[in-house]
């Protein structure tokens, strides 16, 4: 069968909607209506019914989604129903605290090996991962059937890393340091900028204090 094409827009908000329904069912809820989620989630509820739609009829009218059973449905639209290890490079203090992060990752997304270039570090224990030198991360990709990397090492080093991530069969690459990372066919990289989204949340804040003061949106 042919995969779905899924807007970009769609599989952004899929993990959104993921998440707040396992908290719905973590709490015993059943059943959920496209309007209580629009709520929770700010978004717009006719938004999160064409959403879901796109995948088949999962809602019934007046009833809502069943909770459950839509989480199963995201986990497979997002290809979560099977395990993916996923494997760090830079355990400095942005490292560090993905990793104790880590064991509350529940969507079968789990770092399961950590790299560091310095040798100081090597054997070195993060949340029971052993820090591994750069020259095992092939070997441990292969025996460990890694997919995705994450890289957090500063900016300068970040293509290198990347480049040794593609050389051993990553596909998937969460980039943390504040450079854009060169495309590469075949691999799908994304970019967790902490610095752009700071300093664009800067220019909305001088549009807020300007609407206060009648000066509106240009
Ligand atoms: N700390 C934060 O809050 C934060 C937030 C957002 C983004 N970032 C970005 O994340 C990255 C890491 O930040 P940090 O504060 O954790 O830095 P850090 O200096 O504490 O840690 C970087 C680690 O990367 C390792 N490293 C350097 N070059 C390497 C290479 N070529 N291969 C493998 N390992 C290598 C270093 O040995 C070190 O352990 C930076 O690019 C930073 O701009 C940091």
Redesign the pocket.
């Known amino acids: 069968m042919k995969p779905l094409k899924i807007s970009e827009a769609v599989v952004r908000r899929l993990p959104i909607y993921l998440r707040f329904l396992n908290e719905l069912s973590l709490s015993n809820i059943l059943t959920v209506s496209s309007q209580d989620l629009g709520e929770k989630l700010d978004l717009n509820p006719a938004q999160i019914r064409k959403d879901l739609a796109y995948f088949g009829e999962f809602g019934r009218k007046g009833v809502g989604y069943n909770v459950d059973y839509l989480i199963e449905k995201i986990r497979q639209i997002l290809k979560l129903d099977k395990m993916m290890n996923v494997a760090l490079?830079?355990?400095?203090?942005?490292?560090r605290a993905l990793c104790n992060y880590n064991m509350y990752i529940k969507d079968n997304m789990k770092i399961v090996a950590v790299?560091?270039?310095?040798q100081s570090?090597k054997g070195t224990l993060i949340n029971h991962l052993t820090v591994r030198p750069?020259q095992e991360l092939s070997a441990s990709v292969r025996e460990l059937g890694i997919t995705v990397g994450i890289i957090?090492?500063?900016?300068p080093?970040?293509q290198?890393?990347a480049d040794q991530f593609v050389a051993a069969g990553i596909r998937g690459i969460l980039n943390?340091?504040?450079v854009v990372l060169k495309a590469t066919p075949g691999v799908r990289i994304h970019h967790a900028d902490?610095t752009a989204e700071l300093l664009s949340l800067a220019y909305y804040m001088d549009n807020i204090k300007g609407s206060k003061d009648g000066d509106g949106d240009l």
Do not use: H, R, W, Y
Not at 115 to 118: E, L, P, Q, R, Y
């Open positions: 490079v830079g355990t400095g203090n942005l490292g790299f560091d270039a310095d570090k750069m957090t090492v500063p900016a080093e970040a290198n890393v943390f340091a504040p902490f």
